[in-house]
T-cell receptor, first 113, second 115 residues
Framework: DVKVTQSSRYLVKRTGEKVFLECVQD?????MFWYRQDPGLGLRLIYF???????EKGDIPEGYSVSREKKERFSLILESASTNQTSMYLC????????????FGSGTQLSVL | AQTVTQSQPEMSVQEAETVTLSCTYD???????LFWYKQPPSRQMILVIR??????QNATENRFSVNFQKAAKSFSLKISDSQLGDTAMYFC????????????FGTGTRLTIIP
């Protein structure tokens, strides 16, 4: 079965820190996604990547950047963390020819103090 | 831009009863897909059911079925014989076209099954 692994389940950072959230998938999927989940707002797309070194802005890219140097790894970067970036971050992957489903990681709960 | 609306933030139902979760969407696309995802307390998102817009027949997966009303842009999820393990957040999602497209999610419905 496909496995999408997010490096941390819980993370606490200080305002102004540079934060890296890592996501690795093991099924050679081309598409990868970063969502943030907030109560009452559902899941909102931050960035997605069609393939290595390719990225597209989602609905809320401000304050974030991404990196995809290898196919299996998609990193989300908070250049200077702020308290309004406290949230649950979910990574997902998908084999591009298929619309069957996204495979999600277990999420990283980030707290910025 | 597509929007997905879930108007029921929370619902609860007795075990073994039937419950229906509502979802409406707005799009000008003719070719699209709709999904229901479940997120239990473990936080692991799981695909429950999917529906292609071009198919008139409502999708069914065991105890889970949908009522897809294309003209009304409505996509409700019915859970029959509800079980304690159905307690979760449920998200409705929309995706246009085929291939490299993103999913747009609704705000979710928290469903609690009462023993």
């Amino acid at each position: 079965d496909v496995k999408v692994t997010q490096s941390s389940r819980y993370l606490v950072k200080r305002t102004g820190e540079k934060v890296f959230l890592e996501c690795v998938q093991d099924m050679d999927h081309e598409n990868m996604f970063w969502y943030r989940q907030d109560p009452g707002l559902g899941l909102r797309l931050i960035y997605f990547s069609y393939d290595v070194k390719m990225k597209e802005k989602g609905d809320i890219p401000e304050g974030y950047s991404v990196s995809r140097e290898k196919k299996e790894r998609f990193s989300l970067i908070l250049e200077s963390a702020s308290t309004n970036q406290t949230s649950m971050y979910l990574c997902a992957s998908r084999d591009s020819p298929s619309v069957e489903k996204l495979f999600f990681g277990s999420g990283t709960q980030l707290s910025v103090l | 831009a597509q929007t997905v609306t879930q108007s029921q933030p929370e619902m609860s139902v007795q075990e073994a009863e039937t419950v229906t979760l509502s979802c409406t969407y707005d799009t000008s696309e003719s070719n699209y897909y709709l999904f229901w995802y479940k997120q239990p307390p473990s936080r692991q998102m799981i695909l429950v059911i999917r529906q292609e817009a071009y198919k008139q027949q409502n999708a069914t997966e065991n105890r889970f079925s949908v009522n897809f009303q294309k003209a009304a842009k409505s996509f409700s999820l019915k859970i029959s014989d509800s079980q304690l393990g159905d307690t979760a957040m449920y998200f409705c999602a929309f995706m246009k076209g085929f291939g490299n497209e993103k999913l747009t999610f609704g705000t979710g419905t928290r469903l609690t099954i009462i023993p």
